[in-house]
């Protein structure tokens, strides 16, 4: 009920600022009472979708104020983003956390950290090609620095617009001629500036990783076909 709700809202079918139907249409819309009808609209107040205001009903709030790390919002963006625009914005978010992060890394970590990190390269680069295994060790490689960087905000933030982009087939994109490689080379890109302790090197690395490989990947007409 709640999903469907939010659906309707991030797919501009109920616009910004609009007001939701009364509750005994939604009531008769959705099969059910206005009881979980009043609960679900209590669900979309608390993720900022909606504002009750007594007298005049329930209006659609902005974008801007719509809590978009909150699953169900975020997967409604995300499965509904025929133009990819939700995905281009994540990346961007994405990249700015995530270079933070490596440039934590770079300015303080111990020898173990770094042969942690240059572990999990080592053992993707020696797979020689794309395959599942190499992409989960991508992963794996991006969850280390986030750990290691001690940034406990970044690293929730990142991790959940990671992952669940990461669910989306739009996000995995289009296969490209030597992804593999290339994803070697920018990683190399983002250890060898953390071994020397080079902040603004390995910020840059990981952001242009980050969102030039996404630019590779990305449809140039999602919506053919």
């Not at 956390?97 to 303080?108: F, I, K, N, T, Y």
Request: glycine share 8%.
């Amino acid at each position: 009920m709640t999903s469907e709700l939010v659906e309707m809202i991030v797919t501009g079918e109920i616009a910004e600022g609009e007001l939701l139907p009364p509750e005994a249409p939604l009531s008769e819309h959705f099969g059910v009472s206005r009881t979980v009808i009043r609960e679900s609209v209590k669900r979309l107040e608390e993720k900022g979708l909606v504002v009750v205001t007594q007298g005049r009903g329930t209006q659609v709030s902005r974008s801007g104020s719509w809590n978009m790390l909150d699953p169900i919002i975020l997967s409604a963006l995300i499965d509904n983003d025929e133009s990819l625009g939700i995905l281009d914005e994540l990346t961007i978010v994405r990249g700015h956390l995530e270079s933070a992060m490596a440039g934590s890394v770079a300015a303080r970590h111990t020898p173990e950290e770094l042969e942690r990190i240059t572990h999990v390269l080592d053992t993707m680069r020696a797979m020689q090609q794309e395959s599942d295994a190499s992409r989960q060790e991508d992963v794996v490689f991006h969850l280390t620095i986030m750990e290691i960087s001690g940034n406990r905000l970044a690293e929730n933030i990142a991790k959940r617009l990671y992952r669940r982009a990461l669910e989306s087939n739009r996000y995995q994109g289009a296969g490209y001629q030597g992804a593999f490689e290339s994803t070697i080379e920018e990683h190399t890109r983002v250890v060898e500036a953390i071994g020397r302790n080079d902040v603004e090197g390995a910020e840059r690395a990981m952001r242009d990783h980050i969102v030039s490989s996404w630019q590779r990947r990305r449809l140039a007409d999602p919506t053919a076909g």
